[in-house]
Nanobody, 118 residues
């Protein structure tokens, strides 16, 4: 069993910054990919950014240049630094990981709300 626990969401004014964290725990042999997705009310869940074990990253066009994903392999933790936040960044942000445990698992966190509003 593998769990992801997110933290760092909250409310911020446009132009502000937040940093999200997601820590994986449980029986973990290897974490292949960690990423962040987001979902606004009435919309589908969309990719924000991913980072693979070797460090290569991928970003949605809407966040390029503003968000940075990073990971600490020793802590099984992924971070999302969000700068220059805009109202349309408001969403529930979910952490996702592809993990080798006793089998290969896709695991999701419970989500953390980010609200950008003046």
């Amino acid at each position: 069993q593998v769990q992801l626990v997110e933290s760092g969401g909250g409310s911020v004014q446009p132009g502000g910054s937040l940093r999200l964290s997601c820590a994986a725990s449980g029986v973990i042999v290897r974490i292949h990919v960690m990423g962040w997705f987001r979902q606004s009310p009435g919309k589908q869940r969309d990719l924000v950014a991913t980072i693979v074990n070797g460090g290569a990253t991928n970003y949605a066009d809407s966040v390029k240049g503003r968000f940075t994903i990073s990971r600490d392999n020793a802590k099984n933790t992924v971070y999302l630094q969000m700068n220059s936040l805009r109202p349309d960044d408001t969403a529930v942000y979910y952490c996702e990981a592809i993990v080798s445990s006793d089998t290969v698992l896709e695991v999701w966190g419970q989500g953390t709300l980010v609200t950008v509003s003046s």
